[in-house]
């Protein structure tokens, strides 16, 4: 059994520090403790692509050479070592003859005995390796020793990365986050560029789907990153960075303070985007807002300016997970006094308002009813919301409602427990696929095949009435996948909007300078194949909130759900009361 989607990152990186300090040193080479000795004023156009190549080159023999994988190098330092001169090499040809020579310098490569090869085999994603075999780009030379070492790599052998036990995403514990480098320091963050660029190429299951031309991004975010001049600017180099992945899971969880707005102060208001407008849905203590406003502008600037100028920074699947981010993000800011330009019932309003301390961490997001876990909205429909579920608890939920037409079952949050088995088990009447996973492949680093198929298995006690599932952009990772099992059930719906399109189980990964990032380290599909990344979940009934449902207090996904139980033949109004708390 996988569980997939194991962490919600709708709150910063927990204890992601905790899962780094296992990192251990391949070699006693200290050369580099806390300098690279590599200080950049600026690159010429030669040198940024002498850079690429060298990224590119550099993250293959991490993963192929036998001396490399075998864990035989210290490999961050053997970058330091050989950038200096691929730095001075005044043109392409020569820079590539210095590489070829660099690797002759790690030592023969042996003829394989029982050689590799990439099985067709159910693939997923197969490994973008043709730049190895272009003399023109790398010289005859240079080519010819990567294709050398491709054809002989050893099988299974991967010092750099490792799988996790019963669920092989990949592991990236051997990685140093070399947490006391001083800043700048160009090539501890170019290391940091190149590790990241290629944990993507060779160990994301989702490369494809982020929709990149990844050389190209390379190249781009080399001058941002090599020439950041101090921590921040360095900081928000690599979140540009990582957004280009377009995982909701990728972002730079260790250094979230810095993404704009930036601040540590916030305006106890809530607001969540709806009919694409910035609207507050709850105002915590000031009376001066009220639920509905839709909000224009902030300290003088449109608020569409600020979400162009913001976009680039938040590293989200798709734009239903942005818009929600950016919605929580809004009321955050610079301590002192904020003013928000208000559209109020078709009347611009300007609010003057004290951004003040946070007083706790963001709690998780949930759009679902306040208070019991389980109750009974009428004696035809049952509600089940998964943001206070406890796993023992679901046995008896069921048998409570087994005289009801329907079940909703709310996941327009993030479940408190694992429930795949527990609840989806009761809702089906036959051995159910679910979900196919991708896995990578040791052997062949980028490669991705589909392996394991999820499914669920009737227990008791069974229940037979319709199941409504709700969910919206507050449903991913784990609830994404809890989703993905309760609508394999016989009279499932899905009713709701898209989901934040991130699922599988996370990978974290280590950066210089003590940061610390992660990706959806799986692949989680349908039984068919069909995708979830960045699409979210099947949804059967489209339904979004709207502003005048906003300013009147209505569920109206919640009513849109109770309908697919009680059929057009209840009144609108009796629907509407069922659904509020």
Known sequence: MRCAGLLFVGIVAWRIGALFAQSTPVSPDTEFGVRSGIALEKLTPIQIENLVTLGRVWGFLKYHHPRVTAGER??????FRIMPLILAAPNRDEANVTMAHWIDGLGPVSDCVSCVHFEQRE??????????????????????????????RVADQQFYVSLV???????????????????????????????????????????????QEWVEVLAEFIPQV???????????????LIARANDTHANLWSSIRLRPPAGDCVLPIEVRFVDQQAVITENKELLMFKVGDVIEAVDGVPLAQLLTDWKALYADSNEAARARD????????????????ILRDGEEVEIASDRLPQAKKLALLKHD???????????????????????????????????????????????????????????????????RFTLPDLSNPGAFHFGYTESLDPKSPHYDGKVIILVDESTQSQAEY?????????????????????DGNVSPIPLPGGLSTMISGIGVYYPDKAPTQRVGVRIDVKVE?????????????????????LGDEVSPEVIEKMARP
């Open 74 to 79: 210290s490999w961050d330092y053997d970058l």
């Open 123 to 152: 693939v997923a994603l197969a490994p973008d390796l043709g730049w190895i075999y272009d003399h023109t780009a790398l010289g005859a030379t240079l080519s010819e020793r990567l294709q050398r070492i491709y054809a002989n």
């Open 165 to 211: 036990r019963n669920i092989d995403n990949p592991s990236f514990l051997h990685e140093d986050s070399y947490a006391a480098i001083q800043h700048p320091d160009s090539g501890y963050q170019l290391l940091a560029l190149y590790r990241f660029w290629n944990i993507m190429q060779y160990w994301s299951p989702y490369r494809s789907v982020a929709k």
């Open 226 to 240: 090599a020439l950041a001049k101090d921590k921040d600017a360095f900081q928000l180099a690599m979140m540009g």
């Open 326 to 341: 950016t919605g929580r993000s809004l009321s955050k800011g610079r301590c002192g006094t904020a003013k928000l330009q």
């Open 369 to 435: 009813l306040a208070g019991d876990t389980f109750r009974l909205l009428s004696k035809d429909v049952a509600y089940l919301k998964l943001s206070s579920v406890k796993a023992a608890d679901v046995p008896r939920y069921i048998d409570q409602a087994k005289e009801t037409k329907g079940l909703v079952v709310d996941i327009r949050n993030y479940p408190s427990e694992f429930v795949v088995f527990a609840l989806g088990s009761l809702l089906v009447t036959k051995h159910t696929p679910f979900a």
């Open 482 to 502: 809890t989703t993905m099992a309760l609508q394999a059930a016989p009279n499932a719906i899905v009713v709701g909007s898209q989901t934040a399109g991130a």
């Open 545 to 565: 909130p709207s502003l005048n449902g906003i300013r009147t207090g209505r569920d109206e996904v919640l009513e849109a759900g109770i309908r697919q139980i």
